[in-house]
């Protein structure tokens, strides 16, 4: 009987401290009011599908003046109306992040003062948005980033 009763409330700490670091919930307090123009969401990272579609389920705006690109860890996508989810390679990145980062780059050009741009990143963003400078290839960043892995760097702190 008290086993039983110890599993309920050990699975009820459980549910809550999943619900506590839900994306799709972390990410309400922070939606901004919608402008007069349209609101394009850009991000990265392993969360990044899991936010947007918070966005898009709370959105308080025209739904229709919202939009945008996400990229996310490849198995990590999930289904949404109006924010693109593009899956790429992650820790190691690959030509899906490098096209998501040019896309989303052109995604934000020609914006004007009434519209806004909310960013959506969470851990792996770095990986995922592989658009390496003109003078590092995208092999180059990808061997780099094999050598810091193997040599036991941490990508994970601060």
Do not use: N
């Not at 198995?75 to 790429?88: N, Q």
Request: with cysteine; aromatic share 4%; glycine share 10%.
């Amino acid at each position: 009987m008290a086993d039983s009763r110890q599993r309920r409330i050990l699975e009820s700490l459980f549910a809550a401290a999943l619900a506590a670091v839900d994306p799709a919930r972390c990410v309400l307090p922070f939606i901004p009011p919608p402008t007069a123009g349209k609101t394009v969401v850009i991000g990265a990272g392993k969360a990044a599908a899991a936010m947007a579609r918070g966005i898009e389920d709370h959105w308080p705006g025209d739904i229709d003046r919202l939009g945008g690109l996400v990229v996310t860890r490849y198995g990590h996508g999930l289904p949404t109306r109006r924010i693109e989810v593009v899956e790429a390679a992650h820790p190691v990145p690959d030509v899906a992040g490098q096209r998501a980062a040019a896309r989303m780059l052109q995604t934000v050009q020609g914006l004007g003062p009434e519209d806004q741009i909310l960013a959506l990143f969470s851990g792996g963003g770095s990986a995922l948005l592989a658009l390496p400078c003109a003078d590092v290839t995208l092999l180059q960043k990808q061997a780099i980033t094999r050598q810091l892995l193997a040599s036991g760097a941490d990508f994970t702190s601060s």
